[in-house]
């Protein structure tokens, strides 16, 4: 079993969290940023206490082996999790497409993750310069991007997406970033409408 694996939920199916595929996905807690319009607060603290085993979950998708198509590992920040590299090895075992969510907060964890996945779905969140005022972290852009830019770089089939709050995010903004983003190699962004009733800063909501 992973070690130090923290599991904060759990969805059996889904259609949406994996392109064109029916997937479980295994939300993981903790994260190393605070986005102001974040819809999981409750997952961003590592507490520890796990809502349900890794064994459980494995238990289940054995019994969905024909039945899902894949499973999606999201949070939270699930490159934060030591457990996952292991994670990953055995959902791949037991005959699944394996989906991961980021934000690429760490680019160092997320290359040798990259020969274990089938599509990754990546939040960017603005422009590199911009990150600090969303994330409430100095120098969270420059890691984001690199981390754009070797998923890019990987051949893996990949999503980039970002998070449209009316109080944060431009047109202009959002055009400037659309442009940055082509200058990486990436043909287009999905623009996803944020749920500002679960906004982490209260004001946003």
């Known amino acids: 079993m992973p070690d130090d694996l923290r599991i904060g939920g759990f969805t059996r199916l889904t259609t949406i969290d994996y392109p064109g595929e029916l997937a479980a996905v ?20 590592v507490r520890g206490a796990k809502s349900l085993s890794w064994e459980e979950i494995l238990g289940f998708l054995r019994r969905r082996r024909g039945l899902l198509d894949a499973v999606v590992f999201s949070g939270g920040e699930p490159t934060l999790q030591r457990g996952l590299p292991a994670a990953l090895r055995q959902v791949r075992r ?26 990754v779905g990546m939040d960017i969140k603005t422009t590199p310069a911009d990150y600090p ?24 089939a990949c999503q980039f997406r970002v998070t449209v709050h009316p109080g944060l995010t431009s047109e202009s903004l959002l055009q400037e970033l659309e442009e940055q983003l082509r200058g990486i190699g990436v043909d287009g962004v999905t623009r996803q ?8 800063d209260e004001n946003l909501r």
């Open 133 to 156: 005022r969303i994330t409430g972290v100095p120098g969270s852009g420059e890691r984001a991007w690199r981390s754009a830019r070797l998923l890019r770089e990987s051949g893996v």
């Open 193 to 200: 409408e944020c749920v500002r009733e679960h906004c982490l």
């Open 94 to 119: 037991l005959g699944f497409k394996i989906g991961l969510h980021t934000a690429g907060p760490w680019p160092e964890r997320l290359v040798p993750l990259l020969p274990h996945l089938d599509w």
């Open 26 to 45: 295994v939300f993981c807690q903790g994260c190393p940023w605070r986005c102001r319009y974040c819809q999981n607060g409750h997952l961003l603290p």
